[in-house]
């Protein structure tokens, strides 16, 4: 079971990768068949590169030279198949003798995050192989959510279930796959191996966790999670199944959590061909959470925090910043931003002679940040992290063009209450954030004595009416029926409706919850929908 980090579009380096896994399972584990993911080939999901010509060209290339290089064992991985112009998301099967075999995915997801039939057509056929006499069924992903798939290809002899997955991470998604493939395994009594993804991949991360689980439901093998890795499973001749390869204990919650936001941060530099990461850092705890992550992601030489003090930012901010930056070992400056903001001040003052203060000036302050972060993120070509979470990208507590400003979003699906919760887990590890950084109220620093309970209801009721409300779906009067204030309820719901036009300008960031802004939540920025 090879659990592979792809690159979508990367056909030559994702085919290199395959040949080079099936010589160390062969050679080393003296393996007869070796699973890679679905969609291996190409990485997941490789989206509108499909209605390329060249780029199905390159794949059917790519599993001929597969193909040859084949070191004598039976190969199966993910990859695109096209017929007649029609395109199937399918596993194929390369036997040592050269012959080839495809299954076809028959349950095309289109839902949450996933957008399968707009590229591809659903196969109904089982794919039942012969290795030593011993019978594999072959599905791909999703099929092993429904019974049919899995209950067809033991009718045509399938002895065990090999299953072919790009299944993305969200919390509780482990709980999630192995109770699906319990109920296969007690439908069908024969076992099922479930490979998976790992890696970064836009707003998604794949967090591996491939498993066993034997005849009897029995969790047999469960892989890393979030790590590239080879596991061995030996099948004798009746279907019974034995690990090879050291079954690890499940993680905690919060371990899964960070440990997705560091890969996903990780991939999305590295495989955007960036080296290096520039971030902010104010002496608040997103920030400080983040240059943790980056710290862990990349190493402190490849991280720069930079401080940016103005008139209201408080000494001990930046105190804390500096501490932390010496905590972490990372490169650190403080730029004061007083100079340039007067600057846009004196330029517009013209254009606001007779209008009060407002929050403007507090925007000038942020955006000025923004032109300063990404002047040394173009210069020095080092990728800009957005520290912004996901309470606050939820009601429009944040500046476009402002601390906004980035290329990538780490805990923009991450609640206010789940930051605290990881920069305390951080620490269970070893001195990252500072204390007094976890424990100090929350504030901007835009104005004198800011806190952000000023702007918004206590993050202990703001969160879970977030939650309710973008991730449940759930309407204004359920959520008051359930205990929360009124008031509160309708100027929080108001705030996240009307704040849909800077989310859509807002950098991408990793989906780590079942609802996250993007690409499954796509409301308009235009609507005259009333809430209720």
């Known amino acids: 079971m090879a659990q592979m980090n792809p690159v979508v579009g990367d056909i030559a380096g994702n085919a290199e990768k395959i040949i080079s896994w099936s010589i160390r399972a062969k050679q080393g584990f003296q393996a007869d068949v070796v699973i890679f993911p679905e969609l291996a080939l190409t990485g997941y999901p490789p989206e509108d590169l499909l209605f390329r010509v060249q780029f199905l060209q390159q794949l059917e290339s790519a599993i001929e030279t597969i193909k040859l290089e084949n070191p004598g064992l039976c190969m199966i991985f993910g990859s695109v198949t096209r017929e007649n112009d029609v395109l199937y998301n399918s596993a194929i099967i390369l036997q040592p003798d050269q012959s080839v075999q495809y299954y076809a995915k028959h349950y095309l997801p289109n839902y949450g995050v996933f957008d399968e039939r707009r590229y591809f057509q659903p196969g109904n056929e089982a794919c039942v192989i012969n290795v030593k006499?011993?019978?594999?069924?072959?599905?791909?992903?999703?099929?092993?959510?429904?019974?049919g798939p899995a209950a067809k290809s033991v009718a045509s002899g399938a002895q065990v279930i090999l299953n072919l997955n790009a299944s993305p991470f969200h919390?509780?998604?482990?709980?999630?796959?192995l109770s699906q493939v319990k109920q296969r395994v007690a439908e069908n009594k024969v076992p099922v191996c479930y490979v998976n993804m790992v890696g970064g991949q836009d707003e998604l991360v794949f967090d591996g966790h491939s498993f066993v689980v034997d005849t009897d439901q029995n969790l047999l093998l469960e892989v890393e999670g979030f790590e590239e890795c080879l596991a061995v499973v030996n099948i004798d001749g009746t279907g019974s199944v034995r690990a090879v390869t050291e079954t690890v204990s499940e993680s905690e919650d919060l371990q899964?959590?960070?440990?997705?936001?560091?890969?996903?941060?990780?991939?999305?530099?590295?495989?955007?061909?960036?080296?290096?990461i520039v971030l902010g850092l104010s002496g608040g705890i997103d920030s400080a959470l983040v240059l943790a992550i980056a710290v862990d992601a990349l190493g402190a030489d490849a991280v720069h925090a930079i401080m940016m003090p103005y008139h209201y930012t408080s000494d001990i901010s930046v105190f804390d910043a500096a501490e932390q930056a010496k905590l972490l070992n990372v490169s650190y400056s403080e730029i004061a931003i007083g100079e340039p903001v007067q600057a846009f001040m004196n330029v517009l003052q013209d254009e606001f002679s007779g209008l009060g203060k407002d929050v403007t000036e507090e925007n000038l302050q942020a955006r000025s940040r923004g032109v300063i972060l990404m002047a040394i993120s173009n210069k020095k070509g080092a990728m800009l992290l957005t520290t912004g979470n996901k309470s606050e990208m939820s009601v429009g507590y944040a500046t476009l063009y402002g601390d906004m400003a980035g290329g990538f979003a780490p805990i923009k699906d991450v609640s206010?209450?789940?930051?605290?919760?990881?920069?305390?887990?951080?620490?269970s590890i070893s001195p990252?954030?500072?204390?007094?950084?976890?424990?100090?109220?929350?504030?901007?620093?835009?104005?004198?004595?800011?806190?952000?309970?000023?702007?918004?209801p206590p993050y202990e009721i703001l969160d879970p009416i977030l939650e309710m409300y973008i991730e449940q779906d759930l309407s204004v009067t359920e959520i008051i029926d359930n205990g929360f204030d009124e008031e509160a309820v309708k100027r929080v719901t108001w705030l996240v409706d009307m704040s849909e036009y800077k989310r859509r300008q807002s950098p991408p960031g990793v989906r780590v919850t079942q609802r996250a802004f993007g690409k499954e939540r796509r409301y308009p920025i235009t609507s005259g929908f009333k809430r209720s």
């Open 171 to 177: 919390a509780s998604k482990t709980v999630d796959r």
């Open 256 to 276: 899964q959590l960070y440990d997705a936001l560091v890969l996903a941060t990780h991939d999305y530099v590295i495989k955007n061909g960036f080296k290096n």
């Open 133 to 147: 006499d011993l019978q594999l069924g072959v599905t791909v992903c999703e099929d092993i959510w429904f019974p």
């Open 416 to 427: 206010k209450l789940n930051v605290f919760a990881l920069a305390n887990f951080r620490n």
């Open 432 to 456: 990252a954030i500072p204390q007094r950084v976890i424990d100090r109220p929350p504030s901007a620093e835009l104005a004198p004595d800011q806190k952000d309970e000023d702007s918004l």
